[in-house]
């Protein structure tokens, strides 16, 4: 099963920007960073194909974070989240899932505490 490291996130303001990463121990069929804040339910933010092929994005963060994907020489994956233009209401727990071939299920990261308060 793949195993999933992230970093970043932390505290920003409103307007300001924060970067996640999750590395992956191996090449993926996909990569997804989830969000969960409080009394909500989880929602999708981006997800991106292991080979950068395909991108998609949550309708709430269009225009304001990227995903992006890089494979290393030993054929392993990391993507990260740039975050830009941040509001309070992107306030949440950050979960990077992976995919390590289209028939299984999402191995799960930790999560990343992202706090946007001035």
């Known amino acids: 099963q793949v195993q999933l490291v992230e970093s970043g996130g932390g505290l920003a303001q409103p307007g300001g920007s924060l970067r996640l990463s999750c590395a992956a121990s191996a090449f993926t069929y996909r990569m997804s960073w989830y969000r969960r804040a409080p009394e909500k339910q989880r929602e999708l933010v981006a997800r991106?194909?292991?080979?950068?092929?395909?991108?998609?994005?949550?309708d709430s963060v269009k225009g304001r974070f990227t995903i992006s994907i890089e494979t290393n020489d030993n054929y392993q994956n990391k993507i990260f989240l740039q975050m830009n233009n941040l509001n309070v209401e992107d306030t949440a727990v950050y979960l990077c899932a992976a995919q390590q071939y289209s028939w299984m299920s999402e191995t799960w990261g930790r999560g990343i505490q992202v706090t946007v308060s001035s």
């Open positions: 991106i194909a292991g080979d950068g092929g395909v991108k998609e994005s949550a």
